[in-house]
T-cell receptor, first 111, second 113 residues
Framework: AQSVSQHNHHVILSEAASLELGCNYS??????LFWYVQYPGQHLQLLLK??????LVKGIKGFEAEFIKSKFSFNLRKPSVQWSDTAEYFC?????????FGGGTRLMVKP | NAGVTQTPKFRVLKTGQSMTLLCAQD?????MYWYRQDPGMGLRLIHY???????AKGEVPDGYNVSRLKKQNFLLGLESAAPSQTSVYFC????????????FGQGTRLTVV
């Protein structure tokens, strides 16, 4: 069965700082990878996804992620965060019929 | 379009009581999922369904049952609620295909006292 690990549980940044959130997965076959975001009091929304092709994928709101197959990683990045990026971020793997999520990273951006 | 709708949004149960959470989607999706969200543990899959009339166990199925009698609805049942089932429950649906995006409901906050 697949599993997903997110290294940082809580991250605090000042506005304009750069962001990188780590995500590692374990699964031996082909995977499809996602990052979802949950703003306070809201449901999860898709930020970006990777399923094939260019390992550097761009999503909404200036986010991007890089798939490194040899490291089983799919890290999320943003060059300059804003206060409105305060949210919880989840990495997810879809392999077979199951969609498995990591433990989440709470990001707080100080104005 | 409403997307994915969960009812109720909030509920308080006493230990031992039963209840059913309803998830309805209007996107004609084949796949539906029930997750629970607990602090520091992310979303854990309870049960899922790959089509009408089918269900399967996820990571944490104990204490829950599900049914998918109609394609658009996925019901999650708690037969005898326990305090450990206090959580926020999310339903999601998606089209067939591992690369497809899942759409989530707004969540149900359940407290078992």
């Amino acid at each position: 069965a697949q599993s997903v690990s997110q290294h940082n549980h809580h991250v605090i940044l000042s506005e304009a700082a750069s962001l990188e959130l780590g995500c590692n997965y374990s699964y031996g076959g082909t995977v499809n990878l996602f990052w979802y975001v949950q703003y306070p009091g809201q449901h999860l929304q898709l930020l970006l996804k990777y399923f094939s092709g260019d390992p550097l994928v761009k999503g909404i709101k200036g986010f991007e992620a890089e798939f490194i197959k040899s490291k089983f990683s799919f890290n999320l990045r943003k060059p300059s965060v804003q206060w409105s990026d305060t949210a919880e971020y989840f990495c997810a793997v879809n392999a077979g019929n199951m969609l498995t999520f990591g433990g989440g990273t709470r990001l707080m951006v100080k104005p | 379009n409403a997307g994915v709708t969960q009812t109720p949004k909030f509920r308080v149960l006493k230990t031992g009581q039963s209840m059913t959470l309803l998830c309805a989607q209007d996107m004609n999706h084949e796949y539906m999922y029930w997750y629970r969200q607990d602090p520091g543990m992310g979303l854990r899959l309870i049960h899922y369904s790959v089509g009408e009339g089918t269900t399967a166990k996820g990571e944490v199925p104990d204490g829950y049952n599900v049914s998918r009698l109609k394609k658009q609805n996925f019901l999650l049942g708690l037969e005898s609620a326990a305090p450990s089932q206090t959580s926020v429950y999310f339903c999601a649906s998606k089209r067939t295909g591992e690369y497809t995006e899942a759409f989530f409901g707004q969540g149900t906050r359940l407290t078992v006292v």
